[in-house]
């Protein structure tokens, strides 16, 4: 594909198998459905190995000119094999809706496409956050979904969605709520805000609080697309 402008990286560092990361196991000329079929053979890093799990790839509309892209899919996730439908995933369709975003038209996906968690001596499966090394291990499969899409917009959802794409130095807390660049060459624009996650486990006495600033955050961007032409 040409005019990639979502640079893959190299995945380079420890724990990533062969210094490339998910970069080999990524078809150059496939289409979104190539891409999800051959990530569910991607062994770029460990988090392939983790017992019970699969791919979770994005999904949505080809054509999107929103992407909204998360962390990792969680144990819902995982276990129907599609991004955003369980807990997290009801907030934000709710947000969404409140914000005047239809989720049909956008696409959804996760900056690590594996479930990453731990046990603690029982069945439950207790999310663990990607490390460093797993977010560069994945990136090259978010920077092929969004060349394959070219969006207008990119929806930031959290810390590590915002490390994928913006670095190591991101905090939420500091850029979200506002317009960014995207790469050079880019049409795409940022807005990064919260994980619906975390709207979901701040206290019952402040969540309609928090609940409202990412609805906010969300109005911002169909203000956005809105103002776009193309």
């Not at 940022?190 to 975390?198: F, M, N």
Request: glycine fraction near 12%; proline fraction near 8%; include cysteine.
């Amino acid at each position: 594909m040409t005019n990639d402008s979502f640079p893959a990286g190299t995945g380079a560092g420890t724990g990533v198998r062969g210094g490339g990361g998910a970069l080999p196991f990524v078809p150059p000329d496939a289409d979104l459905a190539g891409l999800a079929a051959a990530a569910a053979s991607c062994r770029g890093c460990e988090l392939a190995d983790l017992p019970d799990t699969r791919t979770v790839f994005g999904e949505g509309n080809p054509r999107a000119r929103l992407v909204l892209v998360g962390e990792q899919p969680g144990d819902v996730e995982d276990r129907r094999g599609r991004p955003f439908v369980g807990p997290a995933g009801k907030l934000l369709d709710r947000a969404l809706a409140d914000a005047g975003i239809d989720r049909a038209e956008a696409y959804v996906t996760n900056a690590v496409k594996h479930f990453r968690y731990r046990r603690n001596g029982g069945p439950r499966r207790i999310h663990q956050t990607p490390d460093a090394r797993q977010v560069t291990a994945c990136r090259p499969w978010l920077a092929a979904e969004l060349n394959r899409i070219r969006p207008r917009l990119v929806v930031l959802l959290g810390a590590t969605a915002g490390q994928a794409l913006l670095g190591p130095s991101f905090r939420v807390t500091k850029m979200r709520g506002r317009l960014l660049p995207g790469p050079p060459g880019s049409d795409a624009q940022l807005i990064a805000t919260l994980h619906p996650s975390a709207v979901l486990r701040v206290e019952p006495t402040t969540r309609d609080e928090v609940y409202a600033g990412f609805v906010h955050d969300l109005e911002l961007a169909e203000r956005t697309l809105a103002g776009m032409t193309g």
